[in-house]
Nanobody
Framework: QVQLVESGGGLVQAGGSLRLSCSAS????????MGWFRQAPGKEREFVTA???????YVVRSVKGRFTISRDNAKNTVYLQKNTRKPEDTAVYYC???????????????WGQGTQVTVSS
């Protein structure tokens, strides 16, 4: 069982940067692929980016160059660095974990409760 807790969200102005964190319980964090998803108001949850246990990142084209995923296996933590925030980035951001390889879909086994990010123009 893996428990995930996101942090770092809030109300922010457009532009600049923001870093979200996701802390995971458990002793085999490096065996898990980690993903970040987001759900904007009135929309379905969508995949944003993911990272393998060894640190290889995957990111969707719509946020490439603006969002960066990284992980610190010693701290059981995965990060989402969001640069050049836009109002359309307003959403609840979720981290997720799955044993094994990265998948670019919602097929993850464990989910955090989400952290709200609101970007004002």
């Amino acid at each position: 069982q893996v428990q995930l807790v996101e942090s770092g969200g809030g109300l922010v102005q457009a532009g600049g940067s923001l870093r979200l964190s996701c802390s995971a319980s458990g002793r085999t964090f490096n065996n898990y692929a980690m993903g970040w998803f987001r759900q904007a108001p009135g929309k379905e949850r969508e995949f944003v980016t993911a990272i393998s246990g060894s640190g290889n990142p995957y990111v969707v084209r719509s946020v490439k160059g603006r969002f960066t995923i990284s992980r610190d296996n010693a701290k059981n933590t995965v990060y989402l660095q969001k640069n050049t925030r836009k109002p359309e980035d307003t959403a609840v951001y979720y981290c997720a974990a799955r044993a094994g390889n990265v998948v670019l879909s919602s097929m993850y086994d464990y989910w955090g409760q989400g952290t709200q990010v609101t970007v004002s123009s």
